[in-house]
């Protein structure tokens, strides 16, 4: 029998932040709000089960991260259809539209985001060999959390709310995701990917440039770091 591991749930506490803020401010966005609490809390209760389950198979960190991260939310969000499609790629900063400016501000940021790796896991030291097949499979899994924290928990929360509470959530709750980083040297990394990611999706309203940002850091340090080191 699997054990149940809540070790993701400090990413909940963040979202008290909207949730006080629609109850006092902005009543019509309690709906949405409601739906993503519900979603993150499933997160953090099926997480485990499922990554540690023979259900996925050798699929199961992949599989795992998809249904939760994204086909999960999105699940709840439709089950209220409140004033908006939530099936709508633009709610979430996916779309043709700013592509362009998104990817622009990626590749600005790229370098300063491997510099930032790069002197974390230096001053780590690289214990592992490059591995191709991680680094590539890694690279297209970062768009689950991306979709997540910066599709939902920024750019459709901006939208429910304002700039400062979405932009605060989005953040503190992809720093408290990690809580095995935390009162690590990794944490600037979190925070440092956090929010260059979260400056491309704000100055692009499109998560593509952020996707990319933070897979090819994936890459960089699955891959690139311990040939380099």
């Known amino acids: 029998m699997v054990g149940l591991n809540l070790f993701l749930w400090p990413m909940l506490v963040p979202m008290i932040i909207p949730l006080v803020y ?42 795992t991260k998809v249904l939760l991260f994204v086909v999960l939310p999105l699940v709840a969000l439709l089950s209220i259809k409140h004033n908006f499609s939530p099936l709508q790629g633009s ?19 790229l370098p300063f985001m491997f510099i930032v790796t790069g002197l974390i896991q230096y001053a780590y030291g690289i214990t592992w060999s490059a591995d191709l097949a991680a680094g590539i499979i890694s690279f297209f899994e970062a768009f689950t959390e991306e979709f997540l924290f910066r599709g939902i928990l920024f ?14 959530t989005s953040l503190m709750s992809f720093l408290l995701m ?20 979260l400056e491309i999706a704000r100055r692009s309203q499109n998560i593509i440039g952020s996707c ?18």
């Open 22 to 63: 629609s109850m006092k401010y902005k009543r019509d966005a309690l709906f949405e709000i409601g739906a993503i609490i519900t979603a993150l809390m499933l997160i953090v209760f099926l997480y485990w089960p499922l990554l540690t389950s023979n259900f996925l198979r050798s699929y199961t960190y992949v599989g």
């Open 91 to 109: 709610n979430y900063g996916i779309q043709k539209k700013s592509m362009k400016k998104s990817m622009v501000w990626c590749i600005l940021f």
């Open 155 to 168: 750019i459709l929360l901006l939208r429910k709310t304002n700039m400062k509470i979405a932009y605060v």
């Open 178 to 197: 990690h809580p095995q980083n935390l009162l690590t040297i990794f944490t600037i990394g979190t925070l440092v990917q956090g929010i260059l990611t």
């Open 212 to 229: 990319v940002l933070h897979g090819s850091n994936r890459f960089f340090t699955l891959v690139l770091l311990p040939l380099l080191l």
